[in-house]
């Protein structure tokens, strides 16, 4: 094969590294990586370019690439056109899952695509949902690094990488009990994504294979630091979850870009000026991420505890797990009156908010979250005490527990989104709320996280080190 080399000539005339990144699907993927990217397009140490799926998802995907590549124009798009998926057998499939599985059918074509960038690529920069596909390509065909910008937190990480051995050893090919990652612990069966114990599920099987391949990375790159995450940072470092573990660059907490700003669209709905208006710290955010349509029962629970907590709040609504499908109104979905009981001190939306700009706000004084990877980061890293709802389909629980060990929330593990069998009632809701809101040491704790996240994150911090050491390894 005519393979490009990370030692071709462009870069012993010292022409910068080029670096190719081939992002996943969903916000949650995408943020850390267009994040990661604007940080280092703006230092202008390397060339750029970002392979981008067609056609996206989501509206929010959309835009949000549209204002990153008008925000840097030096960065290359490199259009990749998906293999259309004709297969019965994932008929019903979530669409973002389905996105991945095309992604993954479709990697085969990325390798003409990369060897024919200019100038010759120097490494691939890729998501863990294509990590099984991605690797081989960069390795065998193009004989480029391969180094993966992980999503979610380092305790993740080590689950992950650990999974393979586990089903090995249990003869078993999905979640079936309890799990020991050594180095990390015991995690109940009820802490790592629930979906793996469905051996059927498409994401079970992506998973043990992406976890099977981690090893064969070059480099992790992870949006955490080490004030965060010591312990998993360590087992991870030390070889003990998995011998022989790439490299890990903790350089988080990743920051969000101007861009995203430009990609939230108008400025009706955003609540930065109500925010202006409310006491320093009075005011409880509650959102659960960018694709979890809650229950229209929890949804009334949760606008009855809000509003019998006496708290003002900031709540962002969704009800479908594409945006473009969301056709309800508020008012369908919120109780008789609700909003005009509330008026004043409580403000309800439906459309994207610029979710740092709210958490970064005086008035911001607790986050009730879903416990996304990325909206965990961005508390932490806004000082802010988090009450910790985490889904349990992902890895929103196996997040809980770095909010509960870090101890800058507070997470009530019988909470669940299951459904009616579990609604979690307005009245604890309610008094959950009120307790935390008025909890000294979460929130002493939560500004000292805040501290350390600026610290890591600074000349001599330990993820600006890691950035350095990462850039190190591509000349
Ligand atoms: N987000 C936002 N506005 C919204 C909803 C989400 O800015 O209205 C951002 C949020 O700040 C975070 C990302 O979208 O960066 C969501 O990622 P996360 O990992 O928290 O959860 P997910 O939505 O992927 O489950
Ligand atoms: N994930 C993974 N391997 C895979 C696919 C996903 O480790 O093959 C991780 C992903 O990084 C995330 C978690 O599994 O931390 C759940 O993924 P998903 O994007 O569905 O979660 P959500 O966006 O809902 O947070």
Redesign the pocket.
């Known amino acids: 094969a005519l393979a490009a080399t990370p030692t071709s000539g462009d870069q012993a005339r010292g022409a910068p590294p080029h670096l190719i990144f081939i992002p996943s699907a969903?916000?949650?993927?995408i943020?850390p990586f267009s994040r990661f990217i604007a940080a280092l397009a703006s230092q202008g140490a390397v060339d750029i370019s970002v392979v981008i799926a067609l056609p996206t998802v989501s509206e929010a995907e959309a835009d949000h690439f549209t204002a990153l590549f008008a925000a840097f124009p030096a960065i290359r798009r490199i259009d990749f056109n998906l293999l259309p998926l004709d297969d019965a057998t994932l008929a019903g499939t979530d669409p973002f899952l389905l996105r991945w599985e095309s992604l993954r059918r479709s990697a085969h074509l990325l390798g003409p695509l990369i060897a024919g960038a200019a100038p010759r690529a120097s490494a691939i920069v890729t998501d863990i949902t294509l990590a099984s596909q991605v690797i081989p390509v960069a390795k065998n065909e193009l004989r480029l690094p391969c180094h993966i910008l992980f999503?979610s937190c380092a305790t993740m990480m080590s689950f992950l990488a650990y999974f393979p051995t586990y089903v090995d050893g249990a003869n078993t090919d999905h979640l079936a009990g309890d799990v020991d990652v050594p180095g990390i612990g015991h995690l109940p069966v009820d802490y790592p994504p629930q979906v793996l114990r469905d051996p059927d599920n498409l994401f079970t099987k992506q998973f043990i294979s992406n976890g099977r391949e981690i090893a064969e990375a070059d480099g992790i790159l992870l949006n955490t630091f080490d004030a965060l995450e010591p312990e998993a940072l360590a087992a991870l470092r030390d070889g003990k979850v998995v011998s022989g573990f790439p490299p890990v660059f903790a350089v988080g907490p990743l920051k969000?870009t101007s861009t995203?700003k430009e990609a939230?669209h108008g400025g009706a709905s955003s609540p930065i000026a109500w925010l202006d208006e409310q006491p320093a710290r009075s005011v409880v955010y509650v959102?659960f991420?960018?694709?979890?349509a809650a229950a229209l029962e929890q949804i009334h629970e949760i606008g009855a505890g809000l509003e019998a907590s006496g708290c003002r709040f900031l709540w962002?609504v969704k009800t479908t797990v594409v945006d473009r499908e969301d056709t309800a109104e508020l008012n369908d979905v919120l109780d008789d009156g609700f909003l005009g009981r509330v008026h004043g001190r409580g403000l309800v939306i439906k459309?994207?908010?610029?979710?740092?700009a709210v958490l970064r706000h005086p008035a911001v004084g607790l986050y009730v979250?879903?416990c996304?990877?990325?909206?965990?980061t961005?508390s932490a890293a806004c000082g802010v005490p988090m009450l910790a709802w985490p889904?349990t389909l992902?890895d929103?629980r196996l997040v809980a527990t770095v909010i509960r060990s870090a101890g800058f929330g507070l997470w009530l593990e019988h909470w669940s989104w299951d459904r009616e069998s579990s609604l979690v009632r307005a009245a604890e809701i309610a008094e959950k709320v009120k307790a935390v809101m008025g909890e000294e040491a979460i929130s002493a704790r939560a500004k000292e996280v805040g501290r350390e996240a600026t610290k890591a994150v600074a000349p001599g911090g330990s993820s600006h080190r890691s950035m350095q050491e990462f850039l190190a390894t591509l000349k």
């Open positions: 969903g916000m949650g993927h943020h999503i969000s995203e939230v959102a991420g960018n694709r979890n962002v459309e994207w908010v610029d979710q740092e979250s879903h996304g990877w990325n909206s965990v961005e889904m992902g929103q």
